[in-house]
């Protein structure tokens, strides 16, 4: 069939090249039509639960909200993992599913859950988070103004900005934080009012039935529908002061007599500041889970131009954050690893050739290879990105064309002119088209095992497996059919121009070959000790997730004691502004940071926690720093003479991620799972000082749990029975402390929240609240003091559970050492010198969980590749001997992968790993090419050890040309340095030593073993 399909492609050459024309338009197409990002979206199937709960504390919180929900959406199906955040004012519940879950279905069968729920009453039901992932935040701006009031700004981004850009196509949120969210106050007299023998209560339940419009039908008369409409709502702050509460011998009390009506704003949960400029207000856009970031990206620019045009005068919207600037300069080095890829390419190939016309014909598979792929890419709805198109390597996508060229050109050269130029490439196609085709095979079928990988790891590297795959499937078919068509087509016979150097070189090939094949026992011997070498070596290789990729931006995570205000947050936030400002100037384009939540609370921090976003000039303008690991350790060491405070770097995808994937925001974490606060921040304490300890260890933090002070005012029942007060009389004086949401007012489109608040409330020490009136039944005015004690105590600032059980976490960054290592030495450390009570648990998360679990399916798809290679080498030579001597091509090229990482201090990585499953299946192609001619030549009747010499000789070329274009394709990613570099250079380093160690064994070790037997059996 193989014969038969290379006949048809000579003989009907121009129909061949025609239909090549036509599927490389249709490649063109797609390529057109082909979405770019960084990198592939790696976070999982969830979905947050947020429920907003003014009042109420951590443990209030936990117990009346998180518990019930967790309850509720246990057993749903798909299921993988339930943890929760509480926080005073917000519970979060991150429910995780299942790979390949639809995120439709995800959401639906949550939603459906949530309806069973039960809250306490008065209570605003489960909201879900937006549809969106961990690397969903691709678009950030500042609102700022002169003359303008943090609250005017944010009534401008939610009323202005924000519905705009939420109408772009792909964004899932337009989040706002900062400012001041506007609201009415109904600031209450308690003395006024209980002097006219009225509760709170009642001053509540006034404005919230008089707050509203109703309507009324129809009325029909003389043939006309009349629609009836009754107008209550309220439209001006006045129409709340004129609201009648009561009547007091017949004068009405309103709202004004007892309460002022002013302009206030929402408690605040969080704060924005830029620039060290102070507070401004941020607006964050979420991308929808699905979409492609850099179109979505663009589109929010485009729009935010033309919002601009819209603002008030002196009011001006920034962007500070665009994911279109990390996917630009990560295909930047995509695109310039590929050029710098396909030219070295070429070179080898024209030199090596001879003719400008052989080397061009091969050259013309690597556009057209990936003119195939890219059509696949579309149909499979595979992006353009740092994994899916930075580890092609053109070299492995022209192996079988330059073997079958330098074939074609070769018998050629020697041929006698008797016989047309179609017929002499036909034979010498399909000369080795069996051995090329069977080692295509093998370099395709390596990659598949790939595709079982899961979790963060499947994610980032199955799209560079099957795009790896479809550019191989082009090259297949087109060595095939267009390359013997286009030898046909252009190929004449020339003489061999044979370079002098290169003929010396082939001289003391054959010298060495000779002097090897007198000694193949002992040279076999050393070939082996250098495979148990490697594989000692590969022992001593550190290991980690996969390599750090920079973003070009780094977010240092703030934390500071339990219970601070918010204002000191803010004054903090922008002191470290400064600093990075003054001491970076030429490093920092832009510096801003959020405190605390946004409105919608995608991640729960408090008000004592801080991200400061620093985003960075290009690389080359940098004085202070070469690398962002050494401008990481200097920022570390300006920032480090601030007090109070614990940071922890990172980069502001890396840090959603690991929050979203993980429930952490550091390379590892240790989850320490039980029930008393107090011991888990005693164990925690223990577990940190000896992850300190380990050589490797940074930003070393506990997770702060506790320290939150609390004035908890414990109501008596018995008391409350002696003078005829409801509880809720008490308790709505506490709620009014916050601020009791009671109404809207309507401005046009603008609505504002009205709401109860003390009089003073923003000034109320423990002394006045405990003097507060409350009136009773009988109209007395009693102090809350006389009902309830009220008492400071130091409770938790949050609380974190998984599978609804109570964890602390102790996080750390890990720097100048291998993670697997240092997980190994804290493991040791702490399982001998922590003592933990019974029933208590410690698990391990962060990127060494992906680690282990990526580690264990290695365990599983490095034997598979293996087995396949194995399987296509017994079909195609069906002897036990000979696959075994290809098969020796895998060990010997591993020792050149393993030395290459040993070189370079790279650990072992799963983009690593990977590299050495391509590597085993592109060793074996030129070994199986070198067997196949031995056995041609012997089956020709040629003496063992002259079929052997003249096989090698003749491979020689061919050896090198396969060898130094699959190395030197993948040498631009192996040590370029741009932005996105660090997670091919792994890969790239192993494939490049693995090649070389092969290319050794097929020329060298592998004519040994073929000498071996002949020894054997003259002996």
């Not at 020796?888 to 650990?907: E, I, K, N, Q, Y």
Request: proline share 4%.
């Amino acid at each position: 069939m193989l014969e038969q399909l290379l006949r048809f492609s000579i003989r009907r050459r121009r129909f061949v090249i025609a239909a090549s024309v036509v599927l490389a338009l249709a490649g063109a197409l797609a390529f057109a039509r082909l979405e770019f990002d960084a990198f592939p979206d790696t976070t999982a199937v969830q979905v947050q639960v947020n429920t907003v709960v003014p009042a109420l504390s951590p443990l209030e919180t936990e117990r009346q909200i998180t518990f019930p929900i967790e309850q509720a959406l246990s057993g749903l199906p798909g299921l993988v993992e339930v943890r929760s955040t509480s926080r005073f004012g917000l519970s979060q519940v991150t429910v995780v599913f299942r790979e390949h879950t639809e995120m439709a279905r995800a959401r639906q069968s949550v939603s459906e859950r949530l309806q069973t729920v039960e809250l306490p009453a008065g209570m605003e039901r489960p909201q879900l988070g937006p549809i969106a992932t961990g690397m969903g935040e691709i678009f950030s701006y500042v609102v700022t103004g002169a003359n303008h009031s943090l609250s005017q700004l944010r009534t401008i981004q939610d009323w202005i900005v924000r519905p705009q850009l939420r109408s772009v196509p792909g964004v899932a949120e337009v989040n706002s934080w900062g400012g001041d969210v506007r609201q009415v106050q109904v600031a209450v007299d308690l003395g006024a009012l209980a002097s006219r023998g009225l509760a709170l209560t009642d001053l509540v339940e006034s404005i919230e039935q008089n707050a509203y419009n109703a309507g009324g039908g129809t009325l029909d008369a003389a043939g006309e529908s009349r629609l009836v409409q009754g107008l209550g709502a309220i439209t001006r702050p006045e129409d709340i002061g004129d609201m009648t509460i009561a009547l007091r011998e017949g004068v009405p009390v309103r709202v004004r007599d007892v309460a002022r009506v002013l302009d206030g704003r929402e408690i605040r949960h969080g704060a924005v500041t830029a620039d060290g400029k102070g507070e401004t207000v941020l607006g964050i856009a979420f991308l929808l889970s699905g979409e492609n970031s850099r179109d979505v990206s663009r589109a929010l620019r485009a729009r935010l131009d033309e919002v601009r045009r819209t603002l008030p005068a002196g009011v001006k919207v920034d962007t500070v954050y665009d994911r279109t600037t990390l996917v630009d300069h990560v295909l930047e080095t995509v695109r310039r690893n590929l050029i710098e890829g396909a030219l070295l390419v070429i070179a080898v190939l024209l030199v090596f050739l001879g003719q400008l016309r052989a080397g061009l014909i091969v050259a013309a598979a690597i556009p057209l290879s990936m003119l195939f792929a890219f059509d696949l890419m579309v149909r499979m709805g595979i992006a353009g990105s740092l994994m899916s198109l930075g580890a092609i390597d053109f070299g492995l996508i022209v192996d079988s064309s330059v073997i079958m060229v330098e074939n074609a050109v070769r018998r050629l050269a020697d041929d006698d002119g008797q016989r047309p130029v179609a017929d002499v490439i036909e034979q010498a196609a399909i000369e080795v088209r069996r051995p090329t085709l069977f080692g295509e095979l093998i370099i395709l079928a390596v990659y598949l095992p790939i595709l079982t990988l899961e979790g963060v790891e499947g994610r980032l590297f199955k799209p560079m497996a099957l795009t790896v795959i479809f550019a191989l499937l082009g090259s297949l078919v087109l060595s095939l059919t267009l390359v013997p068509a286009l030898c046909a087509t252009f190929l004449r016979r020339t003489p061999e121009r044979v370079h002098p150097v290169a003929s010396r070189f082939a001289a003391g090939y054959r010298d060495a070959l000779r002097w090897c094949l007198a000694r193949p026992v002992p040279l076999t011997a050393a070939a082996g000790v250098l495979v148990l070498a490697a594989a000692l070596g590969f022992t001593q290789l550190g290991s980690e997730f996969v390599p750090r990729l920079n973003e070009g931006a780094i977010v240092i995570n703030t934390v500071r004691l339990a219970g601070v205000s918010l204002d000191e947050s803010v004054r903090y936030g922008t002191r470290i502004e400064q600093v990075i400002r003054r001491e970076f100037p030429a490093e920092v384009d832009r510096v801003w940071t959020r405190t605390g939540s946004a409105e919608v609370a995608t991640d729960p921090m408090g008000t004592e926690v801080s991200d400061v976003f620093v985003t960075l000039t290009p690389r080359e303008k940098w004085k202070k720093a070469r690398t962002q690991d050494e401008l990481v350790a200097r920022m570390q060491g300006a920032l480090a003479h601030l007090p109070g405070m614990r940071m922890v770097f990172t980069q502001p995808i890396e840090l959603r991620v690991n929050e979203m994937v993980a429930g952490t925001r550091a390379d590892v974490a240790v989850k320490l799972f039980g029930d008393d606060f107090e011991m888990l921040k005693a164990k925690a304490a223990e577990i940190e000082a000896q992850l300190r300890a380990v050589p490797g260890a940074a930003d070393v933090v506990i997770e702060q749990l506790t320290g939150q002070p609390m004035l908890q005012v414990k109501l008596d029942r018995a008391a409350l029975g002696r003078h005829g007060v409801p509880a809720r009389d008490a308790l709505a004086v506490i709620e009014a402390l916050g601020q009791r949401p009671v109404g809207v007012l309507h401005e046009g489109e603008i609505r504002v929240p009205i709401v109860v608040t003390l009089e003073g409330a923003d000034h109320m020490d423990e002394q006045r609240l405990a003097n507060a009136l409350v009136t009773t039944a009988s109209g007395q005015r009693i102090a809350l003091r006389e009902l309830a004690t009220l008492e400071l105590v130091d409770g938790p600032s949050a609380i974190s559970r998984e599978w609804a059980k109570r964890r602390i976490v102790v996080q750390a960054n890990v720097r100048g050492r291998d993670v697997g290592g240092f997980v190994a030495e804290a493991r040791t450390r702490i399982h001998e010198r922590v003592e933990l009570p019974a029933g208590w648990f410690v698990r391990w998360g962060g990127q060494f969980e992906n680690f282990e679990r990526a580690r264990a399916r290695l365990a599983i798809v490095v034997p598979a590749a293996l087995a396949l290679i194995l399987s296509l080498l017994w079909l195609s030579f069906r002897r036990v001997t000979d696959v075994a001597r290809i098969f020796a091509a895998v060990p010997f090229a591993l020792v050149g992968g393993v030395a290459a990482l040993a070189m370079r201090g790279l650990p072992f990585s799963i983009s690593a790993a990977v590299g050495f499953i391509a590597l085993s299946g592109v060793a074996v192609l030129n070994a199986l090419v070198m067997v196949s001619t031995i056995r041609q030549n012997i089956a020709s009747g040629l003496p063992r050890g002259e079929a052997i010499e003249a096989a090698a000789e003749r491979r020689l070329r061919p050896v090198l040309m396969t060898a130094l274009v699959a190395s030197l394709g993948f040498a631009p990613m192996a040590f370029h340095t741009g932005i996105g570099a660090e997670v091919q250079r792994p890969l790239a380093t192993v494939v490049m030593g693995g090649v070389l160690s092969s290319t050794l064994l097929t020329l060298f070790v592998l004519p040994l073993l073929f000498g071996i037997k002949r020894r054997a059996r003259e002996a």
